[in-house]
């Protein structure tokens, strides 16, 4: 019997002004790629609570608005790793997009679905495949 289980990572997209907000990582598996603020659901919070945990962590964004939109399986096979990423939308709600833990983003840039960096994180390329993805699109479109 495998002993390892998957891990449940949170993906937060936080819209403003048609765009959201991207990171450039580092230090953690899927380093030097782009994604949206995240991490791990920990024991006892919802969905909901740890993506603003981690949107404010991350970027020291408040969001709101929160709703979970998709579910990526996520297996990275050079780490060793497989994650359950539910993927969520919100809306910013106040603050400055700032690199609040240097450990994890390299820098933070505004996107739209059109100006997508090049080297995107595996999540977001699963993603990519899913009918999720539409789903996310036409919320980016509805919060204007």
């Not at 959201?20 to 598996?29: A, D, I, N, T, W």
């Not at 899913?130 to 996310?136: A, G, L, V």
Request: proline share 3%; charged share 25%.
């Amino acid at each position: 019997m495998n002993s390892k289980i998957p891990r449940i990572g949170i993906g937060v997209f936080v819209f403003k002004n048609g765009r959201f907000v991207m990171g450039h990582r580092k230090g953690s598996h899927g380093e030097g790629t782009w994604s949206v603020p995240g991490g791990h659901l920990e024991f006892g919070e919802t969905i909901e609570q740890g993506a603003a945990r981690e949107v404010m962590e991350e970027t020291g964004l408040e969001i709101k608005n929160i709703k979970v939109s998709g579910v990526t399986n996520d297996i990275f096979t050079a780490e060793d790793k497989h994650y359950i990423t539910i993927w969520v939308t919100s809306e910013w709600k106040k603050g400055k997009a700032s690199i609040t833990e240097p450990d994890k983003f390299l820098s933070l840039t505004w996107h739209t679905f059109k100006t997508l960096p090049d080297n995107l994180f595996l999540p977001w390329v699963e993603l990519q495949k899913s009918d999720f993805y539409k789903k996310i699109k036409r919320a980016l479109k509805s919060s204007l």
